[in-house]
């Protein structure tokens, strides 16, 4: 890529888009292009079709999505499912219209089978049913990965897809209905602490297992990927290495200082028991993760806590 080259990322205001746009700004990119909600809907067609033909960028990362932890994929089915099919469709069919040649698509670990053989490969994609409390969320991803594969080759479009694994950072959602796992436990220990309580809730058994990777890893990863002019099938993004939702837990009461137990509660979901990333494609390609769990927790607590003010 240019340094001088035109990026659009979309969906800036999140904790992915945020950390892409940082990490091209740190190498030197100069014509990095934002819009917020308010000047784009992502949702309207019309607009999204008007700005990408007065605007067309060289380079397009979408990181705009409508996300949240277990809880949220489970209950806001049909928002999961509708926004993300639309806002995906919007975008990437507007950049093959405006001319785009490269686009990078964003997906997740669940587009990969409930049951697959671990760690996952990249090939396992549409070889078995997916896991319930995700599937709308999976299924808009999985149709997102194919419209790129589609425009490339019908058109000769170069849209990669890649596949971040569970992902924690910076600007992350700490509502405790929608959010992920991690900052979920770090808000909950925080306000233990800060109240004195001597047990700390975790949901469902403790037993599933999962991988964390630090959101500004994910967007060195994908703007190598870039740079590289990777033009392949679809690549896992993760750090290869996972943990017991109770191993977390512990570890981010133990970052954060609360003494206090763990309880688990059983009424709430599960989800997929393990969904570890098999990363070989990307470390054949030259690229692997550098930040340590605890060091990732710690660094998120310390936004969580600018962010209380
Ligand atoms: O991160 P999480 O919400 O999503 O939950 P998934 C991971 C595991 O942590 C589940 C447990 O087994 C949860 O039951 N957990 C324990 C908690 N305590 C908590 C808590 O306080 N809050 C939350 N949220 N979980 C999502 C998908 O699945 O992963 C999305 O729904 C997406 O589609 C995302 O793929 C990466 O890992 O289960």
């Known amino acids: 890529m240019n340094k ?29 292009v934002t819009r917020s909600r308010k000047e784009l809907d992502l949702l309207d067609q019309k607009a999204v079709h008007a700005f990408m033909a007065e605007q067309k960028p060289d380079y397009i990362f979408i990181a705009a999505a409508k996300v949240g932890g277990i809880q949220a994929n489970n209950v806001y089915r049909a928002e999961f499912l509708y926004q993300n099919l639309v806002i995906e469709a919007n975008l990437i069919n507007a950049a093959h219209e405006a001319g785009v040649q490269r686009l990078m698509f964003l997906g997740s670990s669940c587009i990969y089978p409930k049951l697959a053989p671990q760690p996952l490969k990249e090939d396992y994609l549409l070889t078995g049913p997916l896991e319930p409390t995700n599937e709308p ?15 490339n080759h019908q058109y000769g479009r170069q849209y990669i897809s890649v596949m971040p694994t569970n992902l924690y950072g910076l600007n992350d959602n700490y509502d405790l209905n929608a959010s992920h796992v991690l900052p979920a436990l ?26 964390f990777l630090y959101a500004d890893d994910l967007a060195d ?49 599960d989800g997929t028991p393990r969904k570890l990333m098999d990363v070989s494609r990307l470390a054949s390609l030259g690229w692997t993760a550098k930040t340590r769990l605890p060091e990732g927790i710690a660094l998120a607590y310390q936004d969580f806590l600018a962010k209380l003010g």
């Open 221 to 269: 990863a994908c703007v190598y990927l870039m740079e590289q002019g990777y033009d392949g099938p679809l690549v896992n993004i993760g750090t290869g290495t996972d943990v017991t939702i109770k191993e977390l837990a512990e570890t981010v009461v133990k970052v954060l200082g609360f003494k206090g137990q763990l309880a688990f509660d059983a009424s709430k979901p």
């Open 4 to 32: 001088s080259a035109k990026i659009f990322v979309a969906g800036h205001r999140g904790m992915v888009g945020s950390a892409i746009v940082r990490r091209l700004q740190q190498a030197g990119y100069t014509h990095v």
């Open 137 to 151: 969320y999976a299924i808009a991803k999985i149709a997102g990965i194919k419209l790129c594969e589609a425009y």
């Open 186 to 211: 770090i808000r909950k220990a925080h306000e233990a602490k800060q109240r004195g309580d001597t047990e700390l809730v975790v949901w469902g058994s403790g037993t599933p297992m999962r991988e």
